[in-house]
């Protein structure tokens, strides 16, 4: 059992690329999120989704973008990478209706912008 | 507007003695509390929760105590163990009107022989 994975685990872009942040899951959850941990920031909410084709905005969305067409799924866009976006992201998912169960994290992925 | 707050960025206890890790709020809509521990180079797993019509939670060595007057809460661990060495995120959620999982900065615990 996998759990969530997260790819890749490591990624530098220069300002103004754009790239996609795999994440997945196999427990069949229908909840899934983003988070990103910055220094001194904890961890903030990013997107989250509560089923495939749901999905809604979290604490900084800004600069970021979600879709979720499968239950497994749950990508992160960044349109146009800013050195601001150059943090730790981590992918949870967890079983509904509550969020508030336990939520399962990926490994992470640390993404570097220059 | 940090909503949830860990006042110590660090926290270094011995062997065998008690850990107290400490939480804020500010929303009054909170009603379920988390704790997350984290490794480095690892995600965040789930340690233990309290919802809000409880004042005590325990876990074997792990115990929440929340106090909702004060929307305060602490994590209190007995005994410590090197291996507890980790930095604790304490979350918040108002269940009753978002999805939405609030995290703290977290505390750095390192537990020394």
């Known amino acids: 059992n996998a759990g969530v994975t997260q790819t890749p685990k490591f990624q530098v872009l220069k300002t103004g690329q754009s790239m996609t942040l795999q994440c997945a899951q196999d427990?069949?959850?229908?909840?899934m999120s983003w988070y990103r941990q910055d220094p001194g920031m904890g961890l903030r909410l990013i997107h989250y989704?509560?089923?495939?084709?749901?999905?809604d905005q979290g604490e900084v969305p800004n600069g970021y973008n979600v879709s979720r067409s499968t239950t497994e799924d749950f990508p992160l866009r960044l349109l146009s990478a800013a050195p601001s976006q150059t943090s730790v992201y981590f992918c949870?998912?967890?079983?509904?209706?509550?969020?508030?169960?336990?939520?399962?994290f990926g490994p992470g992925t640390r993404l570097t912008v220059l | 507007d940090q909503q949830v707050k860990q006042n110590s960025p660090s926290l270094s206890v011995q062997e065998g003695r008690i850990s107290i890790l400490n939480c804020d709020y500010t929303n009054s809509m909170f009603d379920y509390f988390l704790w997350y521990k984290k490794y480095p180079a690892e995600g965040p797993t789930f340690l233990i929760s309290?919802?809000?019509?409880?004042d005590k939670n325990e876990d074997g060595r792990f115990t929440v105590f929340l106090n909702k007057s004060a929307k305060h809460l602490s994590l209190h661990i007995v005994p410590s163990q090197p291996g507890d060495s980790a930095v604790y995120f304490c979350?918040?959620?108002?269940?009753?009107?978002?999805?939405?999982?609030?995290f703290g900065t977290g505390t750095r615990l390192q537990v020394f022989p």
């Open positions: 309290i919802s809000s019509i409880k």
């Open positions: 989704s509560v089923g495939a084709g749901i999905t």
């Open positions: 949870a998912s967890s079983s509904w209706p509550s969020s508030t169960d336990t939520q399962y």
């Open positions: 427990m069949n959850h229908e909840y």
């Open positions: 979350a918040a959620s108002a269940r009753r009107y978002t999805d939405k999982l609030i």
